[in-house]
């Protein structure tokens, strides 16, 4: 695929990176790649120029590749690494704006909620007060399991408890707790499940919470009266499990990363501020971990489907 002059322009825009990375322009991997591949022409030349007067230009030739390829060797090595530390730099960034964002909005929506609920005297009141503190709770909850999890996982410290489960009831329990969730944002769900299909081999708990994960971004991101539709098929060895929406879709340029952790797409804000950008990150990390693939189709404006897939439990 050809680059735009712009798209080439960006990529040597040093100056606007390292600005981006909140780090000096001396801190910048591709600006130390840049000035190290001038040097590297620069010793290349002057290797030539001193060669040629002392030694056989066949032994000059082999000696300059020689040069060449340990200084790019040195240099690729270098710079890798400065941008490994470029990316957690930005990272942690992200994070603490990330977290910070998402729980001082709960937290202020309880220490609002309590006040009231201190000052009212009408019991039924005082239980509806309660309610949204318990809704908050459950927010921030999520917050911190999603870290929780993200952390294990990059530590491969996160067991599974893999055993014979039905994929479809699991999901079928899962849609009956999100029907409420789906009528308030007047979003209907249909299903269209095989009659007769084989028990998978994953962990329970953690499949549910990828069915979960997908199910509430479908409805969240779905727009005016929207329709979401769960499949489960059998495909070869495989339980296909498919959530299709008519939402706001996944911009063309951003599709790249959107397993990635903390990514959240510039669409998906303009609707919805909830959520660090971490779900689609560890639901993919649990499929992989169970020897299944997870995939999407999306075009923005029209909605997006997400599948995945789970082997059939050896008999």
């Known amino acids: 695929?050809?680059?735009?002059?712009?798209?080439?322009?960006?990529?040597?825009?040093?100056v606007s990176q390292a600005k981006k990375y909140n780090i000096s322009l001396?801190?910048?991997?591709?600006?130390?790649f840049f000035i190290i591949g001038l040097i590297i022409i620069g010793t290349?030349?002057?290797?030539?120029?001193?060669?040629?007067?002392?030694?056989?230009?066949?032994?000059?030739?082999?000696?300059?590749?020689?040069?060449?390829?340990?200084l790019f060797s040195i240099n690729y090595i270098i710079t890798n690494s400065f941008e490994?530390?470029?990316?957690?730099?930005?990272?942690?960034?992200?994070?603490?704006?990330?977290?910070?964002?998402?729980?001082?909005?709960?937290?202020?929506?309880?220490?609002?909620?309590?006040?009231?609920?201190?000052?009212e005297h009408d019991g039924d009141k005082k239980e509806d007060f309660f309610k949204i503190v318990q809704e908050q709770n459950e927010k921030m909850l999520k917050l911190v399991n999603d870290m929780v999890y993200t952390s294990r996982i990059e530590q491969g410290k996160w067991t599974f408890k893999k055993e014979e489960i039905d994929l479809k009831m699991i999901v079928e329990k899962i849609i009956q707790e999100?029907?409420?969730?789906?009528?308030?944002n007047n979003v209907k769900i249909k299903v269209d499940f095989e009659e007769t299909l084989p028990k998978v081999f994953a962990d329970s708990q953690k499949i549910s919470h990828v069915v979960s994960n997908l199910l509430s971004n479908a409805i969240r991101y779905s727009k005016g009266r929207g329709e979401v539709i769960v499949k489960l098929s059998k495909t070869d060895n495989r339980i296909h499990c498919e959530i299709k929406d008519n939402g706001v879709g996944i911009p063309k340029q951003e599709?790249?990363?959107?397993?990635?952790k903390f990514f959240r797409g510039k669409n998906i804000l303009k609707y919805r501020t909830e959520g660090m950008g971490l779900g689609l990150f560890i639901s993919k990390s649990i499929i992989d971990a169970s020897g299944g693939k997870i995939a999407f189709q999306s075009e923005e404006g029209k909605g997006s489907t997400f599948w995945f897939e789970l082997p059939i439990a050896p008999e």
Do not use: C
């Open 1 to 14: 695929m050809s680059l735009s002059f712009k798209e080439i322009f960006e990529q040597f825009n040093f």
């Open 44 to 70: 290349i030349i002057l290797s030539y120029i001193i060669g040629t007067r002392y030694f056989p230009q066949e032994y000059v030739a082999l000696g300059i590749l020689l040069i060449t390829a340990i």
């Open 84 to 119: 490994r530390l470029a990316e957690v730099n930005l990272m942690k960034s992200e994070f603490i704006d990330i977290i910070s964002h998402q729980l001082r909005t709960p937290l202020a929506n309880l220490k609002w909620t309590i006040d009231l609920a201190l000052k």
């Open 178 to 184: 999100f029907l409420a969730f789906a009528q308030s």
């Open 26 to 32: 001396w801190q910048h991997p591709p600006f130390l």
């Open 255 to 260: 599709k790249i990363y959107i397993f990635s």
